[in-house]
């Protein structure tokens, strides 16, 4: 069946420096994937998604690109906020039900 | 407009008692589903509805856990004799179609604890 992996975390950085959050997956035929976020005490949205190979995702400054050659999916962001401190979690969409996989989230935490 | 509403927020339960938590999807959104975030396990598929199809129930862990929905609306998950191992936040998403290029739509969670 299908599968995730990222990252693990936590990770912090500081203000202004560059995220980069790496997300593989496996699966039969060609998933949509997607980055949800999980900020503190609330609840997952949808950060980006991109549904076929070569696509990117982009929002709020982060940007992800389908490779298909690698299997990939990876989160990255020019100059992070403290306010993007929160849970990332890649997922991959099933190609029949659209039931997502998600992997295990990984933490950041941005320090002023 | 109004997003994925679950309730209750919290329950608290003790072991061997039966639970129900509500799903109440987005207008107009014809797929269901439900997920559990828990630590142990993180974030896991339990079940899917979309229109009048038969449900996949194939991530649902074990014989007492159970979901309806009627009226092609709000869902229902229900656990019956609660074990600790349940203990988890229960999350409900919607999305228009449940194709696989399509936004799902997350609601607050449910906190569940079993004693």
């Known amino acids: 069946g299908n599968s995730v992996t990222q990252m693990e975390g936590p990770v912090t950085l500081s203000e202004e420096a560059f995220l980069t959050i790496n997300c593989t997956y496996t699966?039969?035929?060609?998933?949509?994937l997607f980055w949800y976020v999980q900020y503190p005490g609330e609840g997952l949205q949808l950060l980006l998604k991109?549904?076929?190979?070569?696509d990117k995702g982009s929002n709020k400054g982060f940007e992800a690109t389908y490779r298909k050659e690698t299997t990939s999916f990876h989160l990255e962001k020019g100059s992070v906020q403290v306010s993007d401190s929160a849970v990332y979690f890649c997922?991959?969409?099933?190609?029949?039900?659209?039931?997502?996989?998600f992997g295990q989230g990984t933490t950041l935490q941005v320090k002023p | 407009g109004a997003g994925v509403s679950q309730s209750p927020s919290n329950k608290v339960t003790e072991k061997g008692k039966d639970v129900e938590l509500r799903c109440d999807p987005i207008?107009?959104?014809?797929?269901l589903y439900w997920y559990r975030q828990s630590l142990g396990q993180g974030l896991e598929f339990l079940i899917y509805?979309?229109?009048?199809?038969?449900?996949?129930k194939s991530g649902l862990p074990s014989d007492r856990f159970s979901a309806e929905r009627t009226g092609g609306s709000v869902s229902t998950l229900t656990i019956q004799r609660t074990q600790q191992e349940d203990s988890a936040v229960y999350l409900c998403?919607?999305?228009?179609?449940?194709?696989?290029?399509?936004?799902?739509?997350f609601g607050p969670g449910t906190r569940l604890t079993v004693l």
């Open positions: 998403a919607s999305s228009l179609q449940g194709g696989v290029t399509d936004t799902q739509y």
């Open positions: 699966a039969t035929g060609y998933p949509s």
């Open positions: 991109a549904t076929k190979a070569d």
């Open positions: 997922a991959a969409g099933s190609s029949n039900t659209g039931k997502l996989i």
């Open positions: 207008s107009g959104h014809t797929a």
């Open positions: 509805f979309q229109g009048n199809s038969a449900p996949d």
